[in-house]
């Protein structure tokens, strides 16, 4: 953050996104898209889900950006996969 | 109302009905596309369900995603559970655990794809004009 007075809004790129979610759920392989870095859409594959129902399994994607759904990113749209 | 009724109110209305869908706008004029397809599945399983739109107080939609834990909407419950959101209700409709869940049978016409549903409508805006 430049230290400004105002916090900036910062636009993540489908990279980001991608690189955030592999670093926060351990063993986690993430395929992002974006056509305009609002709306996100996540293919994401992990050992971690194993055992979790599908709502547990998005939870812990969406604990990733807690706080950011509906501000800079305005969706995500989910798949995850167990691997 | 304070927030603490909302919630109360939010948590009595998913115990009250088996299939209830929280939602922006109404299932006949739904404000976004995901609940515009969400409420589209459930139509095409003709599976009764209870909606809540979230948008006319911001803390209906705040206190429901601190109840349920979950960040975005549309929510759909059966049973007191959450079953997801647009993404995991179209996986399960379109391999069929949707309507075992339910316990519904799918109607012969009922689409293999998840059905678009209608065009979203924008919110509403309750802007009264007294001028003309």
Same mark, same amino acid.
Do not use: R, V, Y
């Given at each position: 953050m430049a230290g400004g007075r105002y916090p900036v809004l910062q636009m993540p790129s489908a990279d980001e996104v991608k690189t955030r979610i592999e670093a926060a759920i351990p063993g986690a392989q993430a395929e992002v898209q974006t056509a305009d870095e609002v709306h996100f859409s996540a293919l994401v594959r992990a050992?971690?889900?194993?055992?979790?129902s599908r709502v547990a399994q998005h939870r812990l994607v969406y604990d990733v950006f807690e706080g950011e759904l509906g501000g800079a990113i305005h969706a995500l749209a989910l798949k995850t996969e167990v691997t | 109302m304070s927030d603490n009724e909302i919630r109360d109110a939010i948590a009595t209305a998913i115990d009250d009905n088996d299939v209830i869908l929280f939602m922006k706008? =109404? $299932?006949? =004029? $739904?404000?976004?596309g995901f609940s515009a397809r969400t409420v589209a599945m459930l139509e095409a399983l003709e599976t009764p369900f209870a909606a809540v739109d979230v948008l006319p107080d911001p803390r209906i939609r705040q206190e429901l995603s601190a109840l349920s834990?979950? &960040?975005?909407?549309?929510q759909l419950f059966h049973k007191g559970e959450l079953l997801g959101g647009c993404d995991i209700v179209t996986e399960m409709y379109e391999s069929g655990e949707l309507a075992t869940t339910l316990g519904v049978q799918a109607p012969g016409?009922? &689409?293999?794809?998840a059905p678009a549903g209608p065009e979203p409508q924008p919110a509403p805006m309750g802007i009264e004009n007294r001028l003309g």
């Open positions: 050992g971690a889900f194993d055992g979790l | 706008g =109404s $299932p006949a =004029s $739904p404000a976004c834990k979950w &960040p975005t909407i549309p016409d009922a &689409p293999e794809q």
